[in-house]
């Protein structure tokens, strides 16, 4: 894949307005790059650094050709990464971007629109928290005080700029409030408000909305040459997200993963009243969530939000806004619906919405999804009163 903005699905407004920054030379040393990883904050990140480090030389010269090829194989000298990493099998301990490097390189040409769990899985560390540490902020400051190796720009990508902690952040303030010449530095996150309020405010942003159906669509055919009723019949289900579109089309992911965790919850929580057996079957469900990361425990309970939100809108017959299909053939949510209505889904989205905010916390996950399970074998019994 060549990482050009031609390349970047959707986003024509963004893609004209970074494309106008490099012509006119009117190029902010930070920004910050805030919205979901499938609308396609690294792409584009990739294609902006793609311009910025072959400007320096005549369009179409053999020069120029050669830096966009080095960006295209995430090789070139001046374009440094962050990511989230963690101790491993292979790193025990101080864990850094540059440790995990031939995988990423790898990961990101395979997928750009990757998530974060994803990432995390790639790399056998799905179970941990993903972090940009203290010991990134030393590689950071001795990579950005080198020269550039091409005599022009340097650009430092951090993604997923939210897992860096305090120390990382404040290294990054100081980079940000003595900016070296022609460095640039883009932050990509997906949750903009855990970014130091001190950094967000000195970054110029951009917001990266959904992607419509129709983009998605046209990029699943011109991409992966899929039949065209099945793209737009997936750029609907995918809800903005590339990503997610792909992980539809594979049946794999981390969709597929959160799907059986959930139909086993809402089975178990509906047989545990009065039943001793389910209620230690859910005992051990809490168990096994509560051995997973933060990371994929907060974003199981955003699938569970929208799958409750699937069921009630398919109980109200509201059929044109329902997209979900388990691919677990034993599960239906037309038989499903009929127990999430206006009489329990406040208190079900309100009871998911606390344990995310718990866990988001560092709170005891077994305790968490414990208490979770109990009020939904109450909350699952709810009448509906007309």
């Given amino acids: ?81 962050v990511y989230p990493v963690n101790t491993s099998d292979i790193v025990k301990k101080n864990a850094i971007s540059d ?3 031939d995988q990423w390189r790898k990961f990101v040409l395979e997928n750009p629109y990757a998530s974060l769990f994803e990432w995390l899985q790639n790399l056998g560390i799905e179970k941990k928290q993903g972090n940009i540490s203290k010991y990134e902020a030393e590689q950071i400051s001795k990579k950005l005080s080198l020269k550039a190796f091409e005599g022009g720009y340097k650009v430092m990508i951090i993604w997923m700029a939210e897992n860096m902690n305090s120390e990382c952040s404040n290294k990054i303030l100081k980079l940000i409030e003595e900016p070296s010449n022609k460095t640039v530095l883009l932050l ?30 046209e990029g699943l055919v011109k991409n992966l040459k899929v039949q065209e009723t099945i793209a737009l019949q997936t750029s609907r289900r995918a809800r903005g997200d590339y990503n997610k579109a792909l992980q539809l089309l ?98 079900i989205t309100a009871a998911l919405e606390e344990a995310s905010y718990h866990i988001e916390r560092n709170g005891n996950g077994k305790i968490i999804f414990t208490d979770l399970s109990i009020k939904l074998t109450r909350l699952i019994h709810t009448r509906e009163l007309v």
């Fill in 1 to 81: 894949m060549r990482m050009d903005f031609s390349e970047v699905i959707g986003n024509q407004h963004l893609k004209a307005h970074l494309s106008t920054t490099v012509e006119n030379g009117r190029i902010p040393h930070a920004q910050l790059f805030c919205g979901i990883n499938g609308s396609g904050l690294l792409p584009m990140a990739l294609a902006y650094a793609s311009e910025l480090l072959s400007r320096q030389f005549e369009k179409g010269s053999p020069e120029y050709i050669q830096s966009k090829n080095k960006v295209s194989r995430l090789a070139h000298p001046d374009l440094h990464f």
């Fill in 99 to 101: 440790n995990y490097a």
């Fill in 188 to 217: 990509l996150t997906e949750n903009e408000g855990k970014i130091l309020t001190t950094i967000h405010s000195r970054c110029q942003k951009l917001h990266f909305p959904l992607l419509s159906e129709a983009d998605i669509a």
């Fill in 250 to 347: 594979q049946e794999s992911g981390e969709d597929q993963i959160f799907e059986k965790w959930f139909i086993s919850w809402v089975r178990t929580a509906f047989r545990a009243k009065g039943n001793k057996g389910a209620i230690n079957n859910l005992l051990d469900w809490s168990d096994e969530l509560a051995s997973q990361g933060r990371e994929t425990q907060k974003k199981f309970l955003a699938y569970c939000l929208e799958v409750f939100r699937q069921a009630m809108l398919q109980n109200y017959q509201a059929d044109s806004l329902t997209f979900f299909i388990a691919s677990d053939q034993s599960f239906s949510l037309s038989k499903f619906s009929p127990f999430v209505h206006q009489n329990n889904i406040f208190e």
